[in-house]
């Protein structure tokens, strides 16, 4: 495992991001993630990000069960204050309480303010919650303090020079690197001495793996090569990158992370050009750019905002029929289908993607309900 520095602290570049454990009914699976958290711990993981809205609430907790069995020098945690729910300083006070008990320890060694956005920290700061939190600070109950961005570059960067933050964490992957905080974000944070922590390296998932198309050029330089070891050796270059935080849901991915994260070489100038050739084949393929986040969930109605997104987009890069058609027709998700959506528009403003996910879930329907057998 590379292992980085984050504050004095030595992290390993594979951070855990506990937002994709294994699910059966519904639910964390506690068995199969139990085993992941395990195999990490001892192929030298320290690095466990959760949040309090994971898995509908209960990630914090699950983590906290397995990880305290553990000796809490081996791993840092890190946890986000849901500023959606902070009214006051006395809420942001009560939440690090909560999660502390969540997690079963003293301390949480990287806090952060989730999800941040402009208005969302002249919220904050209203309220004086960045005070709350160095007092938190000051008791020993957070050791550095950073925030997670999902918003347009000139949010990203009033809140960055704002104070001077331990950390930030912001998403960025080959696809992104003009969205958001994107490379233009890590590159300020360098420049202003902030190390970075980061979210979505896979895109949630979609980079995983590549249809043959894009991996062409890829594969002519480096023919063994995975679509997950180029997406984390693009990310690997940048030493102010402290961190790279994949949400694993099978310990085959987990397996194949570590293998990647042992020692990941920055992409020469030759891969760089592979990359670009690879990027064009799926931009023009990707539907939409939902990263699975949940934040609009839960719907009124029922309808499964991101899995809809994910089977459409995978639908779009893959044109796998079988696996497009069996996904839409499972009764499992007969309910849940991109066509119980009755238009309301109660999730758009909750999409840090600004996706109009109305009218998206219109063209998804319209799509995937006319896949014919093949
Ligand atoms: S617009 Fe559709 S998906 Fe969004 S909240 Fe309303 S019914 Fe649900
Ligand atoms: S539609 Fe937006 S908010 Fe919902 S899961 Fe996708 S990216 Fe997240």
Avoid at 69 to 78: C, E, I, V
Avoid at 144 to 150: E, I, P, T, V
Avoid at 160 to 183: E, H, P, S, T
Avoid at 240 to 246: E, P
């Amino acid at each position: 495992m590379e292992y980085r520095t984050l504050g004095e602290e030595k992290v390993s570049l594979l951070g855990f991001g506990c937002m994709r454990f294994p699910v059966k009914k519904g639910k964390i699976d506690e068995e199969a993630s139990r085993k992941m958290l395990e195999r990490a711990l001892e192929a030298g993981v320290t690095y466990f990000d959760t949040a309090w809205p994971y898995h509908d609430g209960k990630s914090e907790a699950f983590v906290g069960s397995v990880l305290s069995g553990f000796d809490r020098s081996r791993y840092q945690l890190a946890t986000k204050l849901p500023v959606w729910l902070v009214h006051s300083r006395e809420d942001a006070r009560s939440f690090v309480e909560k999660q502390l008990a969540n997690l079963r320890t003293d301390y949480i060694d990287f806090y952060l303010l989730h999800a941040m956005n402009g208005q969302r920290w002249q919220e904050m700061l209203s309220f004086g919650v960045p005070e709350a939190l160095e007092e938190c600070s000051a008791e020993g109950k957070i050791r550095k303090l950073g925030f997670s961005f999902h918003g347009p570059y000139g949010d990203f960067e009033r809140i960055l020079k704002a104070r001077k933050w331990d950390f930030c964490q912001i998403q960025l992957n080959y696809m992104d690197v003009n969205d958001q905080a994107g490379k233009r974000g890590a590159d300020l944070a360098r420049e202003l001495g902030i190390p970075v922590v980061i979210m979505e390296p896979l895109k949630g998932g979609s980079l995983a793996a590549l249809p043959q198309d894009a991996m062409a050029p890829l594969r002519a330089i480096n023919p063994a090569s995975t679509a997950v070891e180029w997406a984390l050796r693009f990310l690997a270059g940048d030493r102010n990158i402290r961190v790279l935080l994949s949400g694993m849901g099978s310990m085959e991915q987990l397996e194949e992370n570590l293998r990647i994260c042992d020692s990941p070489a920055p992409l020469n100038a030759e891969e760089e050009a592979a990359l670009e050739r690879a990027k064009q084949v799926l931009d023009s393929r990707v539907r939409n750019g939902c990263t699975a986040c949940r934040y609009c969930m839960p719907c009124p109605h029922g309808v499964d905002i991101p899995r809809n997104f994910a089977l459409w987009n995978d639908w779009g890069k893959y044109s796998n029929a079988r696996e497009a058609r069996w996904n839409w027709h499972n009764p499992d998700f007969a309910s849940a289908r991109a066509d119980a959506c009755v238009q309301c528009g109660e999730c758009v403003p909750k999409c840090p993607q600004n996706i109009p996910i109305p009218a998206d879930l219109s063209r998804a329907a319209a799509e995937l309900s006319a896949i014919k057998r093949q």
